[in-house]
């Protein structure tokens, strides 16, 4: 599976964004969808995961803020980010949990500042 992020970009804070993530298959059959983000000097973290069956988890740092959904129709995962901080700067990756394996995509920046 292969994956392309975009939609990233330099954004003021409270402003919006959204990610999007393209699968080179279908995304029907796909365990498991999610957005992880990288800022400078710290580890990747989980953002926001979506199962096949519709279940989300999303992290505390920015429940109420981002929504993650996936359309399979347009075998695209997306990511609503809200109310933007500059503490979300990070470089954005997709992913996908297929069969017993994982997939990346290769990253959108993100740039929260005025």
């Known amino acids: 599976v292969q994956l392309q992020a975009s939609g990233g970009g330099l954004v003021q804070p409270g402003g919006s964004l959204r990610l999007s993530c393209a699968a080179s298959?279908?995304?029907?059959?796909?365990?498991?969808m999610g957005w992880y983000r990288q800022a400078p000097g710290k580890d990747r973290e989980l953002v926001a995961r979506?199962?096949?069956?519709?279940?989300?988890n999303v992290a505390d740092s920015v429940k109420g803020r981002f929504t993650i959904s996936r359309d399979n129709a347009k075998n695209t995962l997306y990511l609503q980010m809200n109310s933007l901080k500059p503490d979300d700067t990070a470089v954005y990756y997709c992913?996908?949990?297929?069969?017993?394996?994982?997939?990346w995509g290769q990253g959108t920046l993100v740039t929260v500042s005025s």
């Open positions: 298959r279908s995304i029907f059959s796909i365990n498991a």
């Open positions: 992913n996908a949990e297929y069969t017993s394996a994982t997939f």
């Open positions: 979506i199962t096949s069956g519709g279940r989300t």
